[in-house]
């Protein structure tokens, strides 16, 4: 069985990956790292149009790219919180 711990490494690429990259990724699924594309087809449809709602309602310029991030690592925590010990396999 993956450890919580085990399936967030498995994400980590996503984090890693700047604003402008991450929005590329999520309007034309390609950016120039495979796993991430590989892992975004992955997360649930659900849990992405949450994270587009987010961050389309961020209104603090200033921070933007920070808060970008954390709704980006809130989606990766939100669908591994979301599965079954089943599923997770």
């Known amino acids: 069985?993956?450890?919580?711990?085990?399936l967030?490494?498995?994400?980590?690429?996503?984090?890693?990956?700047?604003?402008?990259?991450?929005?590329s990724l999520i309007?034309?699924?390609?950016v120039n790292c495979a796993i991430c594309q590989n892992l975004l087809s992955r997360?649930?449809?659900?849990?992405?149009?949450?994270?587009?709602k987010s961050v389309s309602g961020i209104t603090d310029t200033e921070?933007?790219?920070l808060l970008e991030w954390?709704?980006?690592a809130r989606l990766i925590c939100?669908?591994?919180g979301g599965m079954t010990d089943d599923y997770t396999f």
């Open 1 to 6: 069985m993956l450890s919580s711990k085990r």
């Open 8 to 23: 967030f490494d498995i994400y980590e690429p996503l984090l890693k990956l700047t604003t402008e990259e991450f929005e």
């Open 27 to 30: 309007v034309d699924k390609r």
């Open 43 to 52: 997360l649930s449809k659900k849990h992405l149009v949450a994270y587009k």
């Open 63 to 65: 921070n933007y790219k």
């Open 70 to 72: 954390y709704h980006r």
């Open 78 to 80: 939100d669908y591994i």
